[in-house]
């Protein structure tokens, strides 16, 4: 009985890890919104099926391991799969962040959160955004700065204490009022960088698209402004315009390219990779 449970034990969690390991890598992917959206459920339907099967077996009286096969002649083999999976993968996952250490690299890491509700007056959320926030512990409307000193082998004298602001996933959906966007470009301006980067996940509304040229257009680096688009502004209907309206507030496309510059009479290579 103690030998079936534990292998029930290790099906589940391998069955755990699978399913968030398909479902982050259909996430990931630059797939149209609907067909996404119906493998996801298509996905969640069968992980959770197969939780239920499992738990209608306990429940009936049989041992824990009868669960995975009863009446379902494939399910032992796909729970042997499951915990060879969860051998193999856990421990893979489990193992880099016992040992992380902060890089050699980072001399120095301090971050400091703004309620950007409460520094605005107002509360700019709506749909389901609006909802999920009356949650305890969520992270709506906050706004993490975070600023890091790197040591860089061989840099360049006339490069030493460059400084760059690096946005990432905006997300533009329209749930967090525009409001909040014109908060963190305000937010980025201050820092007074040299160079502007944004990695992605910026739009993923049509109803949005007014947004990027009254916020991102308004962001400020004497040096250059550059971004890369991510899986979720893959996701609009036309992704060439999305790149002419980010063009159009004065950000450079780096998507798969590569940009050859001056930062202070030193020349410097610049690429940007979209690949998930």
Known sequence: MALDVLLAALALIGHLALFLAC?????????????RRVLELLLVCF????????????????????????????????????????????????????????PSQLTSCQSRTIDVGASIGTIPLSG???LLSLFPGNEFLRLEVCHKTLRVSNLPQELDGLTITHLSDLHFTGDIGQAYFDFVVDEANRLQSDVLVISGDIIESTSCEPWLHETLGRLQAPLGKYYVLGNHDKRMPDVVHVRKLLNATGLEDLGGRCSQVEWRGCQVLLAGNERP
């Not at 479902?23 to 067909?35: D, S, Y």
Request: aromatic fraction near 18%; charged fraction near 10%; glycine fraction near 10%.
């Open 23 to 35: 479902f982050n890598r259909l996430h990931a992917v630059g797939m149209h919104r609907r067909p």
């Open 47 to 102: 992980s959770a099926g197969a939780v239920v099967w499992y738990g209608w077996g306990w429940i009936s009286g049989r041992s824990p391991f009868a669960g995975w096969h009863s009446g379902a002649p494939w399910l032992p083999t796909y729970a042997n799969f499951c915990r060879v999976f969860a051998a193999a993968t856990v421990p893979c996952w489990l193992w880099p962040k016992m040992v992380a250490r902060q």
């Open 128 to 130: 389901q955004a609006r």
